[in-house]
């Protein structure tokens, strides 16, 4: 399924924008954004959720993969 970047909530999409291939961790999310630890956390839940992200061990966020 394609995300559709509209639903999303603005924490969500600001969150978003920091995440790439290479792993993130909560604190670095949270420096970055300039959002509450709640608010990065409520964003990830949300971005898990529609499958725009995943969290690896160690509490780390990557993009997930797009399907070709």
Do not use: W
């Amino acid at each position: 399924p394609h995300l559709d970047r509209r639903t999303l909530s603005d924490e969500a999409t600001k969150v978003l924008g920091f995440i790439t291939d290479t792993p993130s961790t909560l604190e670095e999310l949270i420096a970055a954004t300039d959002l509450t630890a709640p608010g990065v956390m409520t964003a990830l839940t949300e971005l898990e959720m529609n499958g725009a992200i995943r969290c690896n061990p160690g509490q780390t966020y990557v993009l997930r993969p797009t399907e070709q």
